[in-house]
């Protein structure tokens, strides 16, 4: 039980070299406020506790004294600060804020009850890890408190069970980052985990299932293995009163109406159809679900609740309320026959009557219900709280209607998605959510009013365990990204990413030093770079874990067999072709993490243009376009003789052409051979179009060029969404381009299309075809070096899977793709970019902003700082002034790309016009600094802000930063 005691505290110490001067190091969360000092206090053997009969929170230091440093301290009673450790108790601080005061002579932790606790956990952390010659802290003063009531880890054990020593770590561990609420996720389709005296079948029968789905192929991957397990109310009531005793607050989550299968398996007549049932063995969304209109359903839960209230005296209970389909109810007729007699207008606000419903049983026993934010379909009961989950619209509705919400994303803080490449990481259930993601959520969004933010109580992070069997494993998935989400939570708005990695890095030592399987992050410093232009780029490493050892190779082979121990940077020479860095960390405990890569390249991937520039406007351009730094051009006109003259204009422009004209394909031989010896020729366009059912068609046709042009390479684009229905992507990628050489490779994806004359999102197939494209380039070292992305006009009646908003879509589109891309350069944004008007151009702006500049993408070769296609913009002015330029506002009367970029030492605004047969006014509000860069290639100051802008016409405004 030490040992379990012990952990407690194992994530908070921070490495210390203490040989004269301790340092401080690592504390996370960050405090509110913290002050040093230069002298330190010391510890002995002869240091005493003083603190109030009986306090158990002396446990907490004791406890670690043993483990750490082979002895503990006396404890006594005093209501006075003596010399030594003090513990004070005083109501008058707010709940969980605390005061920790260190001199040469005493500690002093005074706080409220679970205050006095929380200043123990930063305590600890002070302590060193290593001492030499004495154990000594530094002298500080910190005042603090958290900053949301709220901070929340879900761990799920219904889908696999985890044994009560297990969920005593689980505990340790996020108590001692002041988190403190625990949702215990107890039931689902998989599993009933909890024992309920009055209906015994449900552990009997429901808490077992004969095997389990393995991977994402569900006619392939099952193991056949019984799995199961289930808690006695005995064990649940010592695990509650251990997570009271480390002020964590569980919250059981008995999920319902649906996801109830090992429920309906134990009770089959509380269903639609009767069963029979057995627990499921895959990870859906199953279709039986309890039946709404069965009064002895309600019975059935009532009499659970009764029990799981007994045990639990959280005031907030969990009853999922997510992803449960009605198609059963619309046939039922006892489901029918409940929406007449309430007088319900259908299956939606039928769920909304039994969660209503369920959340009065609760209330009348002064408890409050929380649900997934799925429970306002239909209308919300007065006091219930949501938690928002598919993204935050849900929740900012919620906060409208003066409900309190818990932040939940999926796109944030869902940990059972990838951390890396998913070649090189243990299989999940897929999506890309790194460590700094998850560190810059910010729950008080700019698009959430003022006065709805009091209603935001805190974060939650999920960990889902469809795929995560064991406790290494939510080791792996849970930290470090759980230190993350404490920060989040913990601490004052206004987070630095680089100083947490630096706090963070000593905290990984401790981790590795406890043997906790955390997932050891990238070295710092290791990112796909392409310079601009130069031939040497000097690479400095820094491990993620301090104390820990690089090895590396930059000509491909493994690292661990053949690296070089990273001592100092190093020069890499891009002259002649990109180089491959590959590495590991092997921390001081001897793990290893798995291997990772980042291309450095001269610069030399294709700085694409817009495609689509009308021909006759060619020679206006191009100039432009080499003055701003473009040097390639993506070329796709209708015939080979309008592609031939604009080679003519590009090779007087000095800029080079990918071509793409259709008699690449029908007359391939004689069009390569017209081509080839084009100077301003940089390659061939290869697009896998709708008539282009397959990969290996694509294959044959790049074949056909290569063998008379070799010089020039194919580029390719791909459409996963072409193939809906078809699967044509699935398990071919990869084999094509090892079959196939391709120097780039580009998705053209449209995640919202037509079908059946109704607004469609991107289905589950498309996202597979994504993530399998992306983590194929990612493992041939592919850059991506073209993205683009169209959107419907019409949102209104979208059904989607997973749901989230559209710049929520957005943003979880970029993150799949993310992993396999060197660099995305080329954002097309078409279509209802202010959602139709529902939301103020200037957030859509800054939220496509954020998503590019945190993926670093890169557009016309330069940093984006903003990407915006206006489209469906309405006419009229819109202000850009709190973007970081001098430019304020601006008023176009058509259609226009409007992008704000970053190159060396300026930024430019570039305005193209998209209408190609109307021209468009354009008045531009700026201060004196800017210029705009005129198509003779002079610098003129801005002396008239309205101009006519030609149809496919370009303006450039250029300025310092």
Request: a negative charge; aromatic letters at 10%; hydrophobic letters at 35%.
């Given at each position: ?5 012990c952990l407690l505290v194992l994530f908070s110490i921070s490495f210390l070299s203490v040989a004269n001067t301790p340092v401080i190091s690592g504390l996370i969360p960050k405090p509110l406020h913290m002050k040093t000092g230069k002298a330190s206090f010391s510890f002995t053997p002869k240091t005493i506790i003083y603190s109030r009969p009986g306090d158990v929170h002396t446990h907490f230091i004791n406890d670690f004294m043993q483990l750490e440093y082979g002895f503990q301290l006396a404890v006594k009673v005093s209501k006075k600060v003596k010399s030594g450790i003090n513990l004070i108790y ?872």
């Amino acid at each position: 039980m030490k040992n379990i005691l012990c952990l407690l505290v194992l994530f908070s110490i921070s490495f210390l070299s203490v040989a004269n001067t301790p340092v401080i190091s690592g504390l996370i969360p960050k405090p509110l406020h913290m002050k040093t000092g230069k002298a330190s206090f010391s510890f002995t053997p002869k240091t005493i506790i003083y603190s109030r009969p009986g306090d158990v929170h002396t446990h907490f230091i004791n406890d670690f004294m043993q483990l750490e440093y082979g002895f503990q301290l006396a404890v006594k009673v005093s209501k006075k600060v003596k010399s030594g450790i003090n513990l004070i108790y005083n109501p008058s601080f707010a709940d969980e804020a605390y005061r920790l005061s260190v001199t040469a002579s005493s500690i002093t932790i005074e706080g409220s009850e679970a205050g006095v606790f929380y200043g123990i956990q930063t305590l600890l952390q002070l302590m060193p890890v290593n001492p030499t010659d004495s154990i000594r802290i530094p002298c500080i003063e910190i005042e603090d408190k958290p900053r949301f009531t709220y901070r929340g880890a879900l761990l799920d054990v219904a889908r696999y069970f985890s044994p009560v020593e297990e969920i005593k770590r689980f505990i340790d561990l996020i108590a001692s980052y002041k988190l403190n609420v625990f949702q215990w996720h107890l039931t689902d389709d998989q599993g009933w985990r909890i024992e309920i005296k009055k209906y015994s079948d449900l552990t009997r029968i429901g808490a077992w299932r004969q095997g389990t789905q393995q991977t994402h192929d569900k006619k392939a991957s099952f193991d056949n293995l019984p799995h199961g397990g289930y808690y006695t109310q005995d064990q649940i009531r010592d695990v509650v009163r251990y997570a009271a005793e480390r002020h964590i607050t569980i919250i059981p989550e008995i999920d319902m109406p649906g996801h109830m299968l090992s429920a309906l398996s134990a009770y089959p007549r509380l269903s639609c159809t009767g069963g029979p049932f057995h627990v499921s063995e895959e990870w859906d969304i199953e279709q039986n679900i309890l039946c709404a209109g069965n009064e002895d359903v309600y019975t059935f839960v009532q009499d659970i609740l009764d029990e799981v209230l007994d045990l639990f005296p959280s005031k907030i209970i969990h009853i999922g309320g997510d992803e449960a389909p009605k198609s059963q109810w619309k046939q039922c007729p006892k489901c029918q026959s409940k929406i007449k007699q309430e007088n319900l207008k259908d299956e939606h606000e039928l769920q909304s009557y039994f969660v209503k419903r369920i959340a009065a049983y609760l209330e009348s026993k002064g408890r409050r219900l929380l649900g997934w934010e799925e429970i306002m379909q239909g209308g919300l009961a007065p006091n219930t709280m949501v938690m928002s989950w598919q993204g935050e619209d849900a929740g900012i509705e919620a906060l409208r209607q003066c409900h309190e919400v818990v932040m939940s994303p999926l796109t944030y803080l869902y940990f059972d998605y990838c951390q890396g490449n998913p070649s090189n990481e243990p299989y999940s259930i897929g999506h890309y959510l790194p460590l700094e993601k998850v560190y810059s959520y910010e729950p008080l969004s700019e698009k959430i009013p003022v006065e709805n933010q009091k209603y935001i109580i805190g974060v939650q992070a999920n960990i889902w365990r469809e795929f995560i069997h064991s406790e290494t494993k939510i080791d792996y998935m849970a930290f470090p990204r759980l230190l993350a989400l404490a920060e989040i939570g913990w601490s004052p708005k206004g987070k630095d990413y680089v100083d947490f990695t630096k706090r963070l890095s000593s905290n990984l030592l401790w981790l590795d030093k406890k043997g906790v399987n955390f997932r050891i992050p990238e070295p710092y410093g290791l990112k796909d770079t392409a310079t601009s232009g130069e031939n040497r780029i000097t690479l400095k490493l820094t491990p993620s874990v301090e104390g820990s050892d690089i090895w590396f190779t930059t000509d491909g082979s493994d690292p661990l067999l053949n690296g070089i121990r990273y001592s100092t940077p190093f020069t890499l020479d891009l002259s002649n072709a990109p180089v491959t860095v590959t590495c590991v960390i092997r921390t001081p405990q001897g793990r290893v993490s798995t291997n990772y890569s980042a291309v450095y390249s001269k610069g030399e991937i294709p700085i694409v243009a817009w495609h689509g520039i009308p021909p006759e406007k060619s020679s206006d351009f191009f100039p432009l376009m080499k003055e701003v730094g473009i040097n390639i051009y993506l070329c796709g006109y209708k015939d080979l003789n309008t592609t031939l003259k604009i080679l003519d204009i590009a090779k007087s422009s000095g800029i080079k052409l990918i071509t793409s004209c259709p008699e690449l394909k029908s007359e391939a031989e004689t069009t390569v051979k017209r081509l080839m010896s084009h100077p301003a020729l940089y390659g061939y366009y290869l697009k896998d179009e709708p008539e282009m059912w397959d990969l290996p068609e694509l294959g044959v046709w790049i074949k056909q060029i290569q063998a008379i042009d070799n010089n020039h390479p194919c580029y390719i684009n791909l459409y996963p969404n072409w193939a809906w229905g078809k699967e044509k992507y699935a398990g071919n990628v990869e084999t094509f381009l090892h079959q196939v050489p391709v120097p780039f490779l580009s998705f053209d994806q449209y995640p919202i299309v037509e079908v059946n004359g109704a607004p469609s999102i991107l289905r589950p197939e498309w996202y597979k075809n994504l993530e399998e494209i992306a983590a194929a380039a990612k493992k041939m070292q592919l850059p991506v070096w073209a993205f683009a992305l169209a959107w419907s006009h019409n949102l209104d009646s979208i059904h989607h899977y997973p749901a989230p908003t559209l710049p929520e879509l957005r943003l979880q589109m970029f993150s799949n793709l993310a992993y396999g891309a060197q660099t995305l350069q080329y954002f097309t944004f078409k279509g209802a970019i202010d959602d139709n008007g529902k939301t103020p151009i200037y957030n859509c702006i800054k939220t496509v902003n954020r998503e590019i500049q945190n993926l670093s993408g890169v557009f016309l070769g330069a940093k984006v700082i903003s990407v915006w296609h206006t489209g469906a913009l309405p006419e009229g002015t819109h202000p850009i002034d709190k973007l970081p330029t001098p430019i304020k506002s601006l008023t176009t009367s058509g259609g226009a790309v409007v992008s704000l970029l970053e190159k060396g030492d300026n930024q430019y605004l570039v305005i193209v016009n998209r209408n190609y047969r109307n021209s468009m006014e354009l008045t531009v509000s700026i201060d004196d600094s800017v210029h705009r860069l005129m198509k003779d290639g002079s610098i003129a100051p801005i002396d008239v802000p309205t101009m006519q802008v030609d149809a496919g016409d370009m303006v450039i405004y250029t300025w310092k930063k």
